[in-house]
């Protein structure tokens, strides 16, 4: 098959892999017909995480249509038409039992923390991610769910990833009837949560970015009210101007490490394997929260040496939340949100690249050249 393959930082190319087979009894194999660049898929592109090892296909958004499956898997059948949840998970372990997707204790032996994710480093599980034409979906009873006959695979696809985790985002902030919603970060994750928000009650919402396309479509999309962080003086302070000098009720991090990183970061990560990214962010979430306030961070961070205002937050008072999302969980009501038309995912989609052109498609997102806010990869185009 053909497949998405990392060969070094900024080196990645389409090769001629081995499709995958059926190693165990409970797995199925998924023909790829989407699959998306993650804004947290630019980590590894540049870098900076760790064990992100040489011929490593990435990519953990995708649907596809079933090929095979194994002997003991009894929900799915060859020909349905599947959507794939992010984590990879057992579904008996006692975190699957209660919800806890993400933090699966069964199907990742390098870490304590984080379950499986696919296409994301050997820190997760080391499993092959979708960005392929073929891929191997372990324990397939309890992780892909056939996709409505109502939902259309651009919709679907954006429900594996970026929409659940931009609303558990917003779930994760404990949101209150009127409160005050800042996000940072209006990347698809980011603009998923800000929409969230008003779902759940937020009585204003600001989303804070750089980039005028972003903003713009937090605006229009999200409709939100706009920051772009490098025209004002100092964030923190003029969100703290527009908030009666009180602070956000909520602060809702959807950016995380910075994925581009500077030198010292490039040394440490892609040298010595020791740090994804700093934390900037997640200051300026401790800071531009009011006391007493939530911060929920949805941003992908690695391993970090960096200094994180943790004594601020302490003396502030602050509830902090923070998970991978547990996709699964979220699909119930999102899916009700879709059918009845308060979400339409796909609409920030602005990309659609043959999966042959993977290397040009990372350069145009990692670049952020031509607006590109969400590419999506297409097998066979």
Do not use: C, Y
């Given at each position: 098959m053909k497949a998405m393959v990392y060969r070094a930082p900024y080196r990645i190319r389409v090769?001629?892999?081995?499709?995958?087979?059926i190693e165990h009894p409970n797995d199925a194999i998924v023909r790829v017909t989407q699959a998306a660049i993650c804004g947290s898929d630019l980590h590894l592109y540049h870098g900076m995480m760790p064990d992100?090892?040489?011929?490593?296909?990435?990519?953990?958004?995708?649907?596809?249509?079933?090929?095979e499956v194994g002997p003991s898997v009894e929900h799915l059948e060859v020909g349905d038409r599947v959507m794939v949840p992010f984590n990879v998970f057992c579904g008996t372990c006692w975190f699957c039992s209660r919800g806890l997707y993400s933090n699966c204790h069964n199907v990742n032996p390098n870490a304590t923390a984080v379950g499986g994710i696919y296409g994301y480093s050997h820190t997760t599980g080391g499993y092959d991610g979708g960005q392929a034409e073929y891929v191997r979906v372990p324990f397939a009873d309890v992780g892909p769910t056939i996709i409505p006959e109502w939902m259309d695979d651009d919709d679907a696809l954006m429900c594996t990833d970026a929409l659940p985790t931009g609303y558990f985002g917003a779930q994760l902030g404990d949101i209150s009837q009127g409160e005050v919603v800042v996000v940072l970060g209006a990347g698809p994750v980011g603009l998923f949560a800000a929409?969230?928000?008003?779902?759940?009650?937020?009585?204003?919402?600001?989303v804070v970015d750089h980039l005028e396309e972003r903003l713009r479509l937090a605006e229009t999309f999200a409709h939100a009210e706009t920051v772009h962080f490098g025209q004002v003086p100092d964030v923190v302070v003029h969100l703290k101007k527009m908030t009666d000098?009180?602070?956000?009720d909520v602060v809702i991090d959807a950016v995380g490490a910075e994925a581009d990183g500077n030198l010292l970061q490039h040394v440490t990560a892609a040298k010595l394997k020791l740090?994804?990214?700093?934390?900037?962010?997640?200051?300026?979430?401790i800071d531009a929260v009011r006391k007493g306030g939530t911060i929920s961070v949805m941003g992908a961070y690695g391993p970090m040496f960096s200094l994180v205002k943790f004594g601020d937050a302490m003396n502030k008072g602050l509830t902090l939340r923070m998970n991978q999302c547990p996709v699964k969980r979220q699909w119930p009501r999102l899916f009700e949100h879709i059918r009845n038309g308060y979400l339409k995912p796909s609409e920030i989609i602005t990309h659609r690249i043959p999966l042959e052109h993977v290397a040009e498609g990372y350069h145009l997102f990692s670049a952020k050249l031509d607006g590109c806010i969400k590419p999506v990869l297409v097998p066979g185009e």
């Open positions: 090769e001629e892999k081995d499709r995958p087979r992100t090892r040489v011929g490593t296909t990435f990519g953990h958004e995708f649907i596809g249509v079933v090929d929409k969230s928000a008003w779902l759940m009650g937020a009585g204003r919402v600001i000098h009180l602070g956000a740090q994804g990214g700093s934390p900037i962010a997640l200051n300026w979430a």
